[in-house]
């Protein structure tokens, strides 16, 4: 049953890259032409997923909107893991003081999610894409940093970093050598559970015109101007919020599989 979930998320995830990469090369039709003869045209030929209040494609804007999502994804986990590792296995390999004061910082960022930041960021600079992605990636370092520090803890009691000691390896060394390797695997489940907090993050922002700017399709913004008809022609809100639902599953799925997989106990229990 775990490895399902593994393999569930594993397809769900590659279906929503696959899409982003193919919005690069190819659309059915332009997601930003509008259509006025053809506004909320229900599913059918030629618009498989019909079209919008605009007139525009809704697959298009779909195949779009994820690449925007996958975009700004990528983007805030690799800027949390660059600021949240680190920090984590300082914390890990120091201990005391060090650890506390670390901790206690991570404690300030968890009063600050990822929509309060985007408010105060969007007010300073203006809502954009940077904004979302500078939002998202520093709310999300506290759970790099502790996932980080409690990996690190544990690696340090390892008999091999007392010998990497006993050799004079320095501290630096020591944790490119010898703890990051070790700690990857757990670094790599907490970037799965955290790009799909991002996605839902993203949404939200672009929900709430916080994120990407309209022209661009996000699902965010797709199911913002889906409120408007939910009576009319709800199949504009199914879509996207379809999108989000099945991307974040998927990652989520992912990250447990990964979990189970790569956790020794877990694997012989199963």
Do not use: C, K
Request: aromatic share 6%.
């Amino acid at each position: 049953m775990r490895r399902a979930g593994l393999y569930i998320g594993v397809v769900l995830v590659a279906v929503v890259i696959l899409a982003a990469l193919v919005s690069l090369v190819w659309t059915p039709y332009d997601p930003l032409q509008v259509q006025p003869s053809q506004t909320l045209l229900p599913p059918g030929w030629p618009h498989l997923l019909g079209t919008d209040n605009f007139g525009i494609d809704i697959g298009s804007r779909l195949l779009v909107g994820a690449r925007t999502t996958v975009y700004v994804g990528l983007v805030a986990v690799s800027l949390a893991a660059l600021g949240g590792v680190p920090l984590g296995m300082l914390a890990g390999m120091r201990g005391g003081w060090v650890s506390q004061l670390i901790l206690r910082v991570t404690d300030i960022l968890y009063a600050f999610p990822a929509l309060l930041l985007a408010i105060l960021l969007g007010a300073a600079v203006g809502a954009s894409t940077f904004t979302a992605m500078v939002a998202i990636g520093i709310a999300s370092i506290p759970a790099f940093a502790r996932v980080a520090r409690a990996a690190t803890m544990l690696v340090m009691t390892q008999d091999f970093i007392l010998a990497a000691r006993a050799s004079g390896t320095s501290r630096v060394t020591t944790a490119v050598r010898h703890v990051l390797p070790n700690i990857a695997a757990v670094l790599g489940v907490q970037a799965s559970v955290s790009f799909g907090i991002a996605v839902l993050a993203e949404a939200a922002l672009s929900f709430l015109g916080l994120g990407t700017p309209p022209p661009t399709p996000t699902w965010g913004r797709m199911l913002h101007d889906a409120q408007t008809y939910i009576f009319t022609a709800p199949i504009q809100a199914l879509w996207p919020g379809l999108a989000i639902g099945l991307a974040v599953l998927g990652l989520n799925l992912l990250g447990d599989g990964l979990r189970d997989h790569l956790d020794p106990r877990l694997r012989e229990a199963a």
